[in-house]
């Protein structure tokens, strides 16, 4: 895991445009502590599928979404996908939020490109395994997104016993303790829409 600066400057709202010195310190300073302090985790799983019209089936659940239908076109298998940063992040954005107000939501931008760069490296190794066999990985898609409903972290968590595995739980609420944690689900395809091991070497 590694802080993509850029990432973060655009959740803090700096789309194309330079922060200032204060700013860009603070970034270096609290990604630093993170990379330090943080042991994030994952955990995911292998299902074969079948991609209908309006839904997915996976292993006896039937997603109703029209969106991941479409997203899950082409694939005959997906991964449920769970990551977090752990509650070490949580701690530490509300310290430094109590403290200063400016260093809590520079800690909660930079808390967001680090889980999403930690996807991307878990989803890279999980790329190269697949890559093995002449297949491929579509973008993660979330619960909440379109029409993919929220209700159904409640079948991710439990598939992928969550909680036990890397201390990820669900409020009744669909909110995910620790905070800054994503759960998907990646579609396996023969066709080479998207190679992570690639990219994200690269980056």
């Not at 299902?47 to 209908?52: G, H, N, P, R, T």
């Not at 954005?93 to 403290?99: E, P, T, W």
């Not at 002449?134 to 968590?157: C, M, N, W």
């Not at 091991?197 to 980056?203: C, E, F, I, N």
Request: glycine content about 6%.
């Amino acid at each position: 895991m590694k802080l993509n600066e850029k990432e973060a400057l655009r959740y803090l709202g700096f789309r194309g445009k330079p922060a200032d010195a204060d700013t860009d310190e603070m970034i270096r300073e609290i990604g630093g502590e993170m990379l330090r302090t943080l042991t994030p985790k994952c955990v995911y799983k292998r299902y074969d599928i079948k991609v209908l019209e309006n839904a997915v089936e996976l292993d006896g659940w039937r997603i109703e979404s029209i969106k991941l239908s479409r997203h899950l076109r082409g694939c005959k298998a997906a991964y449920l996908f769970a990551a977090t940063l752990g509650l070490q992040a949580d701690m530490m954005i509300r310290r430094l939020s109590a403290l200063n107000m400016a260093r809590g939501t520079v800690a909660h931008s930079v808390a967001n490109a680090l889980i999403e760069d930690y996807c991307d490296e878990m989803q890279a190794q999980i790329a190269e395994k697949e890559a093995a066999t002449g297949l491929f990985l579509k973008p993660r898609y979330s619960p909440g997104y379109g029409d993919f409903a929220l209700q159904s972290q409640k079948e991710i968590f439990a598939r992928l016993e969550c909680a036990k595995r890397i201390g990820l739980t669900l409020t009744d609420t669909m909110l995910m303790v620790p905070f800054k944690s994503v759960t998907a689900v990646i579609g396996v395809t023969d066709a080479p829409t998207c190679t992570y091991a690639v990219s994200y070497t690269h980056l």
